[in-house]
């Protein structure tokens, strides 16, 4: 029965990402990002090295895929490919070294990106709503 759950839920988590608005990709790949960072902090609190090691790689990729996905020819996709270079460098700081206290760091950079990313999609869910009822 439990093998039916996790089935049908990863199928759901499927559908979502494939279908989901580029915005809503974003900010999930940001709640992904968020979840694992706070995930390898406890971790390291619980004297965890294996599991913090895990999320720490986790976070990793998702900096990454998020460096992958930005447009180069705007000017504020360099400043994020730096920001985003620099959270990862850290990250990897953090894996090596096993301090929480980096991963704080990291973790207010990505919260504040994720609510910054979340205004600006609400605008454009806005913008759009405007444009369907002119």
């Given at each position: 029965m439990y093998g039916d759950s996790a089935n049908a839920y990863n199928q759901y988590r499927q559908?979502?990402?494939t279908t989901a608005r580029p915005e809503k990709l974003l900010l999930m790949l940001y709640d992904g990002l968020v979840i694992y960072l706070k995930q390898a902090k406890q971790a390291i609190e619980q004297h965890d090295p294996a599991t913090a090691h895990t999320f720490l790689m986790k976070g990793q990729d998702i900096i990454t895929e998020l460096m992958a996905t930005l447009k180069m020819n705007y000017e504020i996709s360099t400043n994020l490919y730096r920001l985003y270079d620099y959270m990862r460098r850290r990250l990897i700081a953090a894996n090596v070294r096993k301090d929480a206290a980096i991963i704080e760091e990291i973790l207010g950079i990505a919260t504040g990106l994720r609510a910054s990313w979340a205004a600006?999609?609400?605008q454009v869910q806005a913008g759009d709503?405007?444009?369907r009822q002119a």
């Amino acid at each position: 029965m439990y093998g039916d759950s996790a089935n049908a839920y990863n199928q759901y988590r499927q559908i979502a990402v494939t279908t989901a608005r580029p915005e809503k990709l974003l900010l999930m790949l940001y709640d992904g990002l968020v979840i694992y960072l706070k995930q390898a902090k406890q971790a390291i609190e619980q004297h965890d090295p294996a599991t913090a090691h895990t999320f720490l790689m986790k976070g990793q990729d998702i900096i990454t895929e998020l460096m992958a996905t930005l447009k180069m020819n705007y000017e504020i996709s360099t400043n994020l490919y730096r920001l985003y270079d620099y959270m990862r460098r850290r990250l990897i700081a953090a894996n090596v070294r096993k301090d929480a206290a980096i991963i704080e760091e990291i973790l207010g950079i990505a919260t504040g990106l994720r609510a910054s990313w979340a205004a600006a999609a609400e605008q454009v869910q806005a913008g759009d709503y405007r444009a369907r009822q002119a």
